[in-house]
């Protein structure tokens, strides 16, 4: 699995980048990908596949090369999920679904757009506003759920400004339903606490900042589910 997700980030000089994953067992199946559309787009996606072990690491490696196929050729995230969906849904077995987003940053226009099947919201903190953190709305449903003219309908893109002291990030649900010993979950809440907090450090450090919140958080309490998480700052 860690052979498939990216060591090494995009060289685009606006753009701080890091992603880290943290798999629950030795064979998992969540997703990160970064890579350079040109003329200084970014595409970034997350994504999560239900179950585990090797027909989950499976189907995301089946993901991943189709995703980087469908970036190259469709310009819009909602477009992309689409054209997933419709090549995944004959990959995947009856209890299978994948939830994902795929966003664009285009560091020309300063923009964000993003598609979002079924996954957690993605995280923006932005310069202007430095004590709040505002989720990115967009709706969509899991690939592998729906006929493709129910998930095409639903699916849109939605763009929000990312500039310079803007900060994004986007994480799998293994991260805020991550348990303490008396069974209560580390939540949306408390991620978005501990982002405000770490906003002023490097991608790098504040991926590592958040793992070690909740690290202290659980305490003992082992993760039942990968955990991964991209930031990415607007320098």
Do not use: W
Not at 153 to 164: E, N, Q, R
Not at 175 to 193: C, D, V, W, Y
């Amino acid at each position: 699995q860690g052979m498939l997700l990216p060591q090494a980030f995009p060289n685009l000089p606006e753009l701080d980048i890091d992603a880290t994953y943290s798999p629950a067992q030795k064979v998992g199946g969540d997703l990160y990908d970064v890579f350079l559309l040109g003329e200084g787009r970014l595409g970034v996606a997350i994504a999560d596949v239900s179950g585990k072990g090797i027909p989950a690491s499976l189907l995301m490696a089946i993901c991943q090369t189709n995703l980087r196929h469908f970036a190259r050729l469709l310009n819009s995230p909602a477009e992309v999920l689409c054209a997933l969906n419709r090549e995944m849904s004959a990959e995947m077995r009856e209890d299978m679904f994948i939830t994902i987003i795929y966003a664009i940053i285009d560091t020309k226009k300063q923009t964000l757009t993003l598609a979002r099947a079924g996954h957690e919201l993605p995280l923006l903190i932005h310069s202007s506003d430095a004590t709040s953190v505002v989720p990115v709305a967009s709706e969509g449903m899991a690939l592998g759920m729906v006929p493709s003219e129910i998930f095409d309908a639903v699916i849109a893109d939605g763009t929000v400004p990312f500039g310079s002291g803007d900060v994004l990030l986007m994480y799998t649900d293994g991260l805020t339903e991550s348990m303490n010993a008396e069974g209560i979950e580390f939540s949306t809440q408390r991620l978005m606490k501990a982002m405000l907090t770490l906003r002023n450090r490097s991608a790098r450090d504040l991926n590592k900042g958040i793992l070690e919140t909740l690290e202290r958080f659980t305490g003992d309490s082992r993760p039942e589910d990968d955990i991964t998480l991209t930031t990415i700052k607007y320098r």
